[in-house]
Nanobody, 124 residues
């Protein structure tokens, strides 16, 4: 499985972004749990949100609850992280990752395939 993230950029505090995590044509996300992690300079990698395979449960870090949502395009090719009311502390490289395990958890050790990441910078 190959993962490609996109959608990052520079946004002002209070703004919104939607990140995408896409797989190639011959692959489907349907049977994978998908998670988004983020990492900023000098900080540990943090699990942000995850979505369990086959329409299962989702989970969010306390720091993003009520502001971030995770979804899929019918569960097949692309997973999305919709981020609203962004704060400077949301800045970092956002990476998507997948695992065959479910329900999903925000523990990076469970994820076996990772994308390269997309940079999100929240600054005025």
């Amino acid at each position: 499985v190959q993962l490609v993230e996109s959608g990052g950029g520079l946004v002002q505090p209070g703004g919104s972004l939607r990140l995408s995590c896409r797989v190639p044509k011959q692959t489907t996300l349907e049977y994978f749990s998908v998670a988004w992690f983020r990492q900023d300079l000098g900080k540990a990698r943090e699990g942000v949100a995850c979505s369990s395979a086959r329409g299962g449960s989702s989970s969010f870090a306390d720091s993003v609850k009520g502001r971030f949502t995770i979804s899929r395009d019918g569960g097949i090719k692309t997973a999305y992280l919709e981020m609203k009311n962004l704060k400077p502390e949301d800045t970092g490289v956002y990476l998507c990752a997948v695992t065959v395990l479910r329900p999903c958890e925000l523990s990076e050790t469970l994820y076996t395939v990772w994308g390269q990441g997309t940079q999100v910078t929240v600054s005025s």
